[in-house]
């Protein structure tokens, strides 16, 4: 019976373990390949719209690339981004929405990323979280 139990626990931690491991901070720049939501905040208020904005990143041939994706209520519109980077704690980015550059720059805060956003003018700013979508 003590073996049993014993096996059961060591089970348990094991799996705790790799559960642990799966969840991981990123690192390095491949480490970011996936899916994030992204949640820009302006004047304290959410963006609006029909869904949060989705980032894909990639990393091919050794540099981070990606597009966000904006959800609209007759479809999406995808900006890629522009020289997006992460030195294993701030993730930066620029995206060209067709009006303005505007720049994303988050630090990784208990497996999240916070931060700011800007435009190129600087007219509007704002708070910025990303956290990457279930799989």
């Excluded at 720049?103 to 190129?120: I, Q």
């Excluded at 007219?123 to 910025?128: D, M, S």
């Amino acid at each position: 019976m003590k073996l049993r139990a014993s096996l059961l626990l060591l089970l348990a931690l094991a799996a705790t373990t790799f559960a642990l491991a799966s969840e991981t901070a990123p690192a390095s720049p491949a480490d970011l390949v996936g899916s994030w939501s992204l949640a820009p905040v302006q004047n304290e208020e959410a963006a609006s719209g029909p869904g949060s904005i989705t980032l894909v990143l990639t990393f091919d041939q050794g540099k981070l690339a990606g597009v966000a994706i904006v959800p609209l209520q007759n479809g999406e519109k995808r900006w890629p981004l522009v020289n997006p980077t992460f030195d294993g704690k701030t993730f930066s980015f620029q995206v060209d929405n067709g009006e303005s550059l505007l720049a994303g720059e988050m630090k990784l805060v208990n497996g999240k990323f916070e931060g700011r956003w800007s435009s190129g003018g600087g007219e509007e700013a704002g708070r910025l979280t990303m956290r990457r979508k279930a799989s």
